[in-house]
């Protein structure tokens, strides 16, 4: 099985006219084939479209481009085998990313210590190279930072529940 | 996660909140309250202001910053948390104020059918909110996530009770036997909503802090299961309220589930801590065993408190209250206000520059000797209570209100930063407790 190409939506021409882009982002959605992701394009960070797309089954996955785009792309949840298990808001084709440049032991650290660490080791790779952390558990308020600064990342539980595993694949030099 | 895990908001509950408990703690000073005077219309009105303006809204607050982190998803209706927070605040102080009109001020009377109306508008909105983001396929298998629901099913009881109970003093066509509404209330807020929700947000907490394992026990299981049977009994008390019928027997059912589902807690939390990764826990997790210690006192005062109630009833609500939930709440709000302030202001500076650790932004020695006063007045009340000892409970009173104030200046100076070295100190700040979101977007844009 194969799953179609991502549909392509830029929603900036829209929001340039001055329209709400809503009315054509859901009319997107609903022509989607099945297991086919859909890749938006704005000038802003569409949060609360998030939760609509949540509601509707769609794992999102946001980063700001190097020309302050950003692309969001909302996968369906549960497809893809490469994606399979993987956490929502993980980047859809996280298998298919280069093996780790770096691995980062992080267990046993107190929040925020594992952000701080990965934060400062993520600055340092180069655009593309993917950093590999183990950690105790999911570090929620390091996924908008990544976000923000234009990384992407893909993570999930280990089967036993006991760590967190989380692959960050850096952007674009961000300073 | 899509979406920024911060709850802009939290911190204006918190500060709500603190305003409340050090407005409670002065006017029980000022009406000069004593052990013998809780029926007083001036005491209940202190009373709901500590309950619900101090204990509801900085529990509230907390689940509405949690919430999301235990979903792993954004706060659903965010804009909600504002009008959420001042219909709270409104139905408190209005409900507080209508109390006054037992005593004879006819004035504050239309205020006393407010307060039900705009607490349970602020109540059904955080509801709205909370069951929004929580209610998945995914989440409802944790039991922390329904441990949270009973409680939100604990403070619907307590709602409904309490309007009752208002509508029988104001002497409305709606009336309930109070005598017997009373006990039932308390049930409720104390332990069908607030220690209930304590239990949900503590398990993760506690875990985050001790660096503990996470997976839950068979001990959690069965202690949501108590608890679920615990608000459905409660709930059946309500009707049977309604047909006038007697509830001590559910009364009675209600207390040895308590003591069961509170002996299986502790013995959850001793699991944890003993699993715990950390050698030495921080100040916050010390003095939550301090509250733990007041939640089992508090339980064990509860038999009395059904069969004989008077100064034993009075001496568990004081340990529950003031000694578990306010003793947990006030260790763990520094704590999770420096966690915040820190992810607020320094998360978007890592890799850019050197970034302080989250203790440095608080005073441990100046919290803990704040958190020592603040215990050692709850107990030294309780007993004031419990014997009717008058000077006791009104040095208790003092007590309190000095750790509070201490407390509330060492939360400004963790938001202000004050404990940092200038240098460390980024030249622009968020506000106290106010939402900065436009602000910080605005200047997370101009870094990249």
């Known amino acids: 099985m194969t799953t179609p190409p991502p549909h392509e939506l830029d929603v900036r021409p829209i929001l340039a006219q001055g329209e709400e882009p809503f009315g054509a982002i859901m009319a997107a959605i609903d022509a989607l084939q099945p297991g086919q992701a859909l890749r938006m394009l704005a000038p802003f960070r569409p949060a609360p479209l998030f939760n609509v797309m949540a509601n509707r089954g769609f794992d999102c996955a946001d980063r700001r481009r190097e020309d302050g785009v950003w692309e969001v792309t909302f996968t369906p949840q549960g497809s893809g085998p490469a994606d399979a298990g993987m ?15 770096l691995v980062l032991e992080l267990i046993g650290l107190e929040p925020p210590e594992p952000m701080v660490r990965i934060l400062e080791e993520v600055t340092m790779l180069e655009p593309g190279q993917v950093l590999f952390a183990l950690l105790d558990r999911e570090p929620m308020f390091l996924f908008p930072e990544l976000a923000q600064r234009g990384h992407e990342w893909a993570g999930n539980y280990a089967a036993d529940g006991q760590s967190y595993r989380l692959m960050v694949r850096a952007g674009a030099k961000d300073d | 996660m899509p979406g920024k895990s911060l709850s802009p908001w939290t911190l204006s509950w918190f500060g709500s909140a603190m305003i409340a408990l050090l407005l409670a703690l002065v006017l029980a000073l000022a009406a000069g309250i004593g052990p013998e005077d809780f029926d007083r219309p001036e005491a209940l009105a202190i009373v709901h202001l500590f309950a619900l303006g101090w204990l509801a809204q900085v529990m509230l607050g907390a ?44 004035i504050a009377r239309p205020f006393f059918l ?26 409802l298998r944790l039991p922390e996530v329904r441990m949270v629901l009973v409680a939100l099913a604990g403070l619907a009881g307590l709602w409904l009770s309490g309007a009752a109970m208002v509508s029988t003093l104001a002497g409305s066509r709606v009336a309930v036997d109070l005598s017997q509404a009373l006990p039932l209330h308390m049930l409720f807020g104390i332990g069908g909503f607030l220690t209930f929700a304590a239990f949900g947000v503590s398990y993760k907490l506690f875990a985050m802090f001790l660096l503990a394992p996470e997976a839950a026990s068979w001990q959690r299981r069965a202690v949501f299961a108590l608890a679920a049977m615990m608000a459905g009994l409660m709930l059946t008390g309500l009707l049977m309220l309604a047909g006038d019928a007697g509830i001590t027997p559910l009364l009675i059912a209600v207390c040895g589930i308590s003591l069961a589902g509170a002996a299986l807690y502790l013995d959850d939390v001793r699991r944890l801590w003993q699993a715990r990764r950390r050698a030495h826990p921080e100040l916050n997790m010390s003095w939550s065993r301090m509250a733990l210690g007041f939640l089992a006192l ?77 215990s050692l007045s709850a107990a030294i009340g309780t007993l004031s209570l419990a014997t009717g000892f008058h000077a006791g409970f009104r040095l208790a009173l003092c007590g309190l209100l000095i750790a509070a104030t201490q407390i509330l200046c060492e939360l400004v100076a963790i938001r202000s930063l004050s404990h940092l070295p200038a240098p460390e100190r980024p030249g622009l700040l968020p506000p106290l407790i106010l939402p900065a979101f436009l602000k910080s977007q605005h200047s997370a844009e101009n870094q990249i």
């Open chain 2, 298 to 374: 508090s339980v064990l005062l509860l038999p009395f408190a059904i069969w004989q109630g008077g100064a034993l009833a009075r001496a568990s609500v004081f340990a529950a209250l003031v000694g578990w939930l306010s003793t947990l709440t006030l260790a763990q709000m520094i704590r999770i206000t420096a966690f915040l302030t820190w992810i607020q202001i320094f998360a978007p500076l890592i890799g850019r520059r050197k970034v302080p650790t989250v203790q440095s932004l608080t005073h441990p020695r100046r919290a803990g000797l704040a958190l020592t006063i603040w």
């Open chain 2, 63 to 106: 689940l509405v910053q949690f919430v999301p982190v235990l979903a792993a998803r954004p706060l659903a209706f965010s804009r909600l948390a504002l009008p959420a927070l001042l219909a709270s605040s409104l139905g408190t102080l209005a409900l507080a104020g209508g109390f006054l009109s037992l005593d004879g001020y006819e």
């Open chain 2, 114 to 139: 407010l307060g039900p109306v705009a607490l349970g508008l602020g109540f059904a909105m955080l509801a709205v909110m909370i069951l929004a983001t929580l209610v998945t396929r995914q989440t």
């Open chain 1, 87 to 101: 956490a929502p808001g993980s980047a859809p084709g996280a298998g298919f990313w280069p093996d780790p440049a």
